[in-house]
């Protein structure tokens, strides 16, 4: 690659190689552009989790905060997971269902936190969170199943969910748990196939909300129902670094 053309791929970015391990404390100042390589990420005690930036293939003028549950340390997901259960606690929710990939890493703790995993007058079944998967076994349908994409995933792919769980889903009240909620695609389309299988869907809950487009996607009803542990701004290229996107 021509070194002009690599420089306007690398545009204040590093590796992520030791991001997402850490919490920091809170800062004294709120976040200020122009950032340099990582967005400062404000959690709901103050705390600053610092999030890399990466600069977008498809458009090198743009970029998005980073946040990969399942590079982060274990401590660190298990903190947004806290989080994301007292953010949905008034939903009275009965069942968490884990998106892929990245979802499933939050939704076991989420359901632990709410205590759907410590209920003796339940059924045993019942306190195991639910998790999607992009994975056919011979056995899925068609009808659980829809296509999706992502922003950083823009390859269509499909989602599914074993018929043979669906039955723990009937007449519960049901939560999505993803790690972000950006576009809107994937969590929009996972809700309407499990709708029109007949699940109860009463909410969603992300640890990071990136910017609010996704808002124009899904429906407002939906929108007002999800609900996550921070926001990360849509960035863009300005001289020193990166900005809020116009």
Known sequence: MPADLAAA????????????QTILPPSSSPPHPPFHN???????DSRVLRLPIRQLKS?????VASLLVNQASMAVVRELGKFLAEKVKEMEVEVVIGLPTLGLALAPIVAEELGLANQPLLPTI??????????RKFWYTDDLSTTISSITSP?????????????LLHGKRCLLVDDAVSSGTTIQATWTMLERAGV????????MVQGD????LMEDKRASKTVGVFDSP?????EGGWGYRT
């Open 9 to 20: 791929h690398t545009h204040f970015t590093e590796p992520t190689t030791h991001y997402w």
């Open 38 to 44: 990582f967005y400062p990420a404000t959690l709901p």
């Open 59 to 63: 458009n090198p003028d743009h970029a």
């Open 126 to 135: 019942a306190a195991r969170y639910i998790p999607c998967g992009y994975s």
């Open 155 to 167: 390859t269509p792919k499909k989602i599914y969910l074993d018929p043979n769980l669906l039955p």
């Open 200 to 207: 109860d869907i009463v909410g969603c809950g992300v640890a």
């Open 213 to 216: 487009r996704w808002r124009e």
């Open 234 to 238: 849509l960035l863009e290229k300005v």
